[in-house]
């Protein structure tokens, strides 16, 4: 079993839906999670921590669920712009490096 | 300088050729990272420095790659014979010691084996 998985997708939604992800990670030790979006052939880059309370960003809304073990983002209002793939990120106490999923890919339909 | 940068941005090589990338994190971050990202795939973590000091690395590293930090700033992957399964998009990213502000990402070297 993988240590963090994802529905790969695609995601397919039209504009102004609403779309949510989730996540599972097998560590039951992992201490932060992320969301982390990447464009075709870019670098991912941070779209948000996600915290025990849940945390909100604009559009965007992630929770966590340590019983679990699960990790949420939530995009209202879909726009065309938000087209990509998000990645979940978890870490593990002791160590700095970051477990990737393997993404889940969106597209949002005009 | 406000990125993390790579270099090259493509490299084309023949099997069996050595190859060396550079990556320049960002100044104050004292943590940096190298990860391989193949298609379709999230990107798989290397190894990782804390300053000069290599503190871990993945058994994805074989033999034939190297990384080195040598003053705590810049720092090298090398990968030694290389082979056509070693084609992907190697990625450095840097980050201070609050893990919470995530990564910083650099573009990228994609490397092709022929």
């Known amino acids: 079993r993988k240590e963090v998985e994802q529905d790969p997708g695609p995601f397919n939604v039209p504009e102004g839906a609403t779309v949510a992800f989730n996540c599972t990670y097998s560590n039951s030790a992992s201490q932060s999670f992320f969301w982390y979006r990447q464009d075709c052939r870019k670098e991912p880059k941070l779209l948000m921590s996600?915290?025990?309370s849940g945390n909100e960003d604009g559009r965007f809304t992630a929770q966590l669920n340590r019983a679990s073990q699960y990790i949420s983002l939530l995009i209202r209002d879909s726009k065309l712009s938000d087209s990509a793939t998000y990645l979940c990120?978890?870490?593990?106490?002791?160590?700095?490096?970051?477990?990737f999923g393997t993404g889940t890919r969106l597209k949002v339909l005009a | 300088d406000t990125g993390v940068s790579q270099d090259p941005r493509h490299k084309i090589t023949k099997r069996g050729q050595n190859v060396t990338f550079r990556c320049d994190p960002i100044s104050e971050h004292n943590r940096l990272y190298w990860y391989r990202q193949t298609l379709g795939q999230g990107p798989e973590f290397l190894t990782y420095f804390q300053n000069e000091a290599q503190l871990e690395k993945s058994r994805l590293l074989s033999d034939r790659f190297s990384a080195e930090r040598p003053k705590g700033s810049f720092s090298t992957l090398e990968i030694q014979r290389t082979e056509q399964g070693d084609s992907a998009m190697y990625l450095c990213?840097?980050?201070?010691?609050?893990?919470?502000?995530?990564?910083?990402f650099g573009s990228g070297t994609r490397l092709t084996v022929v």
């Open positions: 996600v915290y025990s």
């Open positions: 990213a840097s980050s201070t010691f609050e893990d919470n502000y995530g990564y910083t």
């Open positions: 990120v978890v870490t593990t106490s002791g160590t700095y490096k970051y477990i």
